[in-house]
């Protein structure tokens, strides 16, 4: 079974993790993975930057920005995953924008991700109907994931569809934002993740965008299997003292 | 074969809609309800009576008599320069700004290069009284100074882009943003035929206005609406749409584009998408764009704000895979020296935009016949720092 659908069915409050690639430090990028884990993260999203984030707020864009300036790009990513696995057991996904992969080759970046461990992608301007007529072959011949997202704009009829496509887990938004704003949970909020769950869905949800401390990802872990935290962990990283600040960062989640 | 778009939203291998899903209800929404609301006739009354007594259409179509003779051709100028506002940008905004009513929409988002743009979408927000908010580079804040202030003083706020090369690129990123933050009562007026679909396929049906006046006009002045040649500039190529719309089909019509060289095309300070692209997706639409091998987007040179973008709409990249189209360059250097040309031969100060299209002319040779329309598709008031700077004057 995959790691992704192993954790699924083993855990619950899942916290998931998001950070750049190639940021503070080029070379930063095993070594977060590996701090992560051992400071209770249960899935981690590593991503690979693009000049234009356009879903993405400040602090994201200015990481993802940092990190290409540095020199990241898809070729040294690999590279630099190729001792992932030695250090890191839990699922791994790549999320970034779609002209990267595009460049890189689809299939050659699957069987990248197969070489190094990776078990699936979220790529948000990937749309659904190219997904489906090109590239989920390519995907689910090597046990990828593809993690699609949801908004509360979405509608019922587009939410089964992603379903049925999805084979990991359905990346719910918390609103429809650009990332790093702070989640406020209102009536509304409440009564579309309640809307959601009340669909039954055969993929696990994970909320995102906008947790930022222990009440919003409790309050993600209340509707659904758990949590994403993205801006607010690369925020929280300080290149003098790497593990340290990933360490503190994660014990409020964890308390 | 067809040059125009299909029920998927493609044109050939371009276009589609790359967005993310947050993006999606919005895009979908105009996508259901775009040709329906256009093609219905209150729409096209209201939309044709502002044209003309708004905008001041049909814009002329004036054979220009001492360019023809410097050419050895019949040079007509397509005169969009003599608009309300001062460009083609209008004839979309006003298309769109009808559209965003009819779709019960009260806040609009624009970005904007030059600030033509800007300026026709802070014109149609204060003749319909809707809030309008223009993103724009904060290099092209400094170098566009007064179309900044056209836009404050018509009521629009206008944000800086700050991220990336703080250009037409990052602006329409930030215009993204704003759309996706504000997903139910804002619509984004783009500027160009670029963006996710239906957005290339309206603003070129918007567009079209202009090459169905030339072709009228052309008919009662030289008895046959069909030129050699047609040439207009392109960044993401909206008044080159509409100037080559209905003579797309008619191959015997010359479609000539023509892009900004920057200092050379081989220089690094460049905007020639056709010759230094490949193709890939930008701001929700396969085409063909300026990037690194890791598929970074590479940041364009222009003199021409208006031309400074590292794409093309994916209906460009069609017609340019296909051979339909010719895409060539000019350089800042010819472009300036040939609205400097128009400026004292023909007493009209061009955009610069539109000053590349003109370069071009020096390149072509003519038998002595042809009828050459040339889309001059704004005026030059806007450049008069640059015009001065670089000539002395």
């Given at each position: ?13 899942i916290?998931?993790?998001?950070f ?12 977060i ?28 864009q ?13 070729k ?76 509360p ?23 429809s ?21 009340d ?14 401390s ?42 | ?6 029920e998927?939203g ?68 397509k ?38 743009h800007?300026?026709?979408t ?83 049906i ?6 169905e006046?030339t ?31 209905h003579?797309v ?6 479609l ?7 200092k ?19 701001h929700?639409?396969?085409s ?66 539109s ?8 390149k072509m040779?003519?038998?002595g ?25």
């Amino acid at each position: 079974m995959s790691r992704i659908k192993t954790l699924f069915q083993e855990k619950k409050n899942i916290l998931s993790i998001y950070f750049t690639a190639g940021y503070p430090e080029l070379n930063d990028t095993v070594r977060i993975a590996e701090a992560l884990e051992k400071s209770g993260a249960d899935l981690l999203e590593i991503g690979f930057p693009y000049s234009d984030p356009v879903a993405d707020g400040p602090v994201i864009q200015a990481s993802s920005k940092q990190s290409l300036d540095q020199g990241m790009d898809l070729k040294l990513l690999f590279e630099q995953l190729k001792s992932l696995r030695e250090k890191v057991s839990i699922p791994v996904l790549l999320m970034g924008y779609v002209n990267p992969m595009l460049q890189f080759g689809v299939e050659n970046f699957c069987n990248a991700c197969v070489e190094v461990g990776v078990d699936g992608c979220i790529v948000p301007d990937l749309p659904m109907v190219e997904y489906e007529e090109f590239y989920q072959d390519i995907f689910e011949s090597r046990g990828l994931s593809n993690i699609f997202l949801v908004t509360p704009q979405t509608s019922p009829e587009r939410i089964r569809k992603i379903d049925g496509l999805s084979n990991g887990f359905i990346y719910l938004l918390s609103s429809s934002a650009t990332t790093g704003q702070s989640l406020q949970v209102s009536e509304n909020t409440e009564s579309y993740f309640a809307r959601i769950a009340d669909l039954k869905l055969n993929n696990p949800l994970m909320i995102g965008f906008g947790i930022n401390s222990k009440e919003t990802f409790d309050k993600a872990c209340q509707y659904a299997n758990g949590g994403i935290i993205g801006s607010a962990f690369v925020k929280a990283l300080e290149p003098a003292d790497l593990e340290g600040s990933i360490q503190r960062f994660m014990l409020k989640f964890k308390s | 074969m067809s040059y125009f778009v299909n029920e998927k939203g493609y044109y050939g291998d371009f276009g589609g809609a790359y967005i993310p899903e947050m993006l999606y209800p919005n895009v979908e929404e105009l996508r259901q309800n775009y040709l329906k609301i256009i093609e219905d006739e209150s729409f096209q009354q209201e939309f044709h009576q502002l044209l003309k007594d708004y905008v001041g259409r049909p814009s002329p179509l004036y054979l220009a008599k001492r360019l023809s003779q410097k050419y050895k051709a019949n040079i007509f100028l397509k005169r969009e320069d003599l608009n309300h506002t001062g460009a083609h940008k209008i004839n979309n905004t006003i298309g769109q700004i009808l559209l965003a009513e009819r779709l019960g929409k009260k806040r609009i988002i624009a970005e904007t290069g030059a600030g033509q743009h800007g300026v026709a979408t802070a014109t149609v927000c204060a003749l319909r009284g809707l809030e309008c908010v223009v993103y724009m580079g904060e290099v092209d804040i400094k170098r566009q100074a007064p179309n900044v202030a056209r836009m404050k003083m018509l009521g629009a706020k206008v944000v800086p882009a700050t991220s990336g090369s703080k250009t037409l690129k990052d602006a329409t990123n930030e215009a993204m943003r704003d759309w996706i933050n504000n997903p139910v009562d804002t619509h984004y007026i783009i500027g160009s035929v670029v963006g996710p679909h239906p957005y290339p396929d309206m603003v070129a049906i918007f567009q079209s206005i202009i090459s169905e006046e030339t072709k009228k006009q052309l008919l009662e002045q030289t008895g046959n609406d069909q030129p050699d040649y047609v040439l207009a500039c392109v960044g993401g190529g909206s008044n080159a749409m509409g100037m080559f719309y209905h003579f797309v089909d008619d191959e015997k019509v010359k479609l000539v584009a023509v892009e900004a060289g920057g200092k050379g095309v081989d220089s690094g300070f460049s905007a020639a998408t056709t010759y230094l692209g490949k193709e890939g997706v930008l701001h929700g639409s396969r085409s063909i764009l300026m990037q690194t091998d890791d598929g970074q987007v590479v940041e364009p040179h222009s003199v021409s704000a208006g031309l400074d973008y590292p794409g093309i709409g994916p209906q460009h990249a069609h017609l340019f895979k296909t051979g339909r189209g010719q895409y060539v360059s000019v350089t800042d250097d010819e472009s300036l020296q040939a609205g400097l040309l128009l400026t004292q031969m023909e007493g009209i100060i061009p955009a610069i935009e539109s000053a590349h299209a003109l370069a071009y002319l020096e390149k072509m040779t003519f038998t002595g016949q042809e009828n050459v329309v040339v889309c001059l598709s704004g005026r030059g008031d806007k450049d008069m720092d640059t015009y001065m700077k670089y000539f002395g004057l």
